[in-house]
């Protein structure tokens, strides 16, 4: 309902209250004329009679009285929403974040917790999600918020649609074959180098980390042969560990008896997260604590995986 049409109601319950023109007038700081233009478009909108005279004064006809009566529940919800969306608010109602395994479980899951306590009217539906992923779905309004990454070496491309929120970083190695030859100080070309006749394992949703293998690899002078996809972290370490290849690791991460995990220097591989959010939505009390919550936690807290 427009701005006007919600005017138009509120005269007509103003009406119904005061019982003139003149004093509904008065009410709204309008003229009294104004009034009577109004409600005459409301009564054409409506394709029903409102008013009638009665003497020199008007009142509301049944249909009038009527339409009244919806007027005041329509307007309090009006007023309900726009106190509840007004920044500031309490928050509630229902968050929907779309966002990578990492960023929900050691960051996201551990906020609902405590919200449940704290903001028991707020929900948060969680769908776990790679990067291109989640913002297609914020870019079809399908999600409020979108976890992301990307790493240094392969930035993600800007969108002036949304606005990102940086949150934590967190630096990956190579995972290699624990029985790998390799010395501990070796640079990443050096390191990379070292395995250039291997297959490498990259990521089945997601094409940031090949991006940056492949960066490295050219850096080292090879291209790499890469052959096998995982979107699971657990099965990359049990490719590894069978044979099949190597690939990138969060450092940190706890690594399988059959997989080592080389850092990597110089330069050095950083995934970094985010909080994406739609322009014009940032307002909203919900997205706002969740997104400043988030913040506050990656301030704090080292992610263990992705």
């Known amino acids: 309902m427009s701005g006007m049409e919600t005017r138009r109601l509120q005269l007509l319950v103003e009406l119904a209250r005061l019982g003139s023109m003149r004093a509904v007038a008065e009410s709204v700081n309008t003229t009294t004329s104004t009034v009577s233009q ?8 409506m394709g029903a009679t409102l008013i009638e005279p009665d003497g020199r004064r008007v009142r509301l006809t049944p249909a009038g ?7 005041a529940v329509i307007l309090a919800a009006v007023e309900t929403a726009r106190l509840d969306l007004a920044p500031g608010a309490e928050p509630n109602g229902t968050l929907r974040v779309a966002g990578f395994a990492t960023a929900i479980r050691a960051h996201l899951l551990p906020l609902v917790t405590d919200l449940a306590a704290s903001h028991p009217r707020l ?20 999600t409020d918020l979108a976890l992301t990454y990307d790493y240094n070496l392969a930035p993600a491309a800007p969108d002036p649609a949304v606005h990102a929120t940086a949150l934590w ?6 995972g290699v074959p624990a029985c790998a030859d390799v010395p501990d100080a070796a640079d990443t070309p050096e390191l990379f180098a070292r395995f250039r006749t291997q297959d490498w394992i990259v990521n089945s949703r997601n094409t940031a980390d090949e991006t940056a293998i492949r960066t490295l690899a050219s850096m080292a002078g090879f291209t790499p042969r890469i052959t096998h996809q995982a979107d699971s972290l657990d099965l990359v370490q ?11 690791l969060p450092i940190g991460t706890p690594v399988f008896p059959g997989v080592r995990l080389m850092p990597l220097t110089g330069p050095q591989v950083v995934q970094r997260a985010y909080a994406v959010a739609r322009h014009g939505r940032l307002a909203w009390p919900p997205l706002t604590l ?11 807290t080292a992610p263990d995986s992705s």
Do not use: C, K
Not at 292 to 300: E, F, G, I, N, P
């Open 238 to 248: 049990g490719m590894i560990t069978a044979g099949l290849g190597v690939g990138l």
């Open 290 to 300: 969740i997104t400043d919550l988030l913040a506050r936690r990656s301030a704090t």
């Open 123 to 142: 929900h948060v539906l969680v769908r776990e999600h790679e990067p291109a992923e989640a913002l297609e779905l914020l870019a079809a309004d399908a």
């Open 38 to 45: 109004q409600l005459s478009v409301l009564a054409r909108e």
């Open 65 to 71: 009285r009527r339409l009244a009566e919806h007027a």
């Open 169 to 174: 970083t967190a630096p990956w190695g190579l």
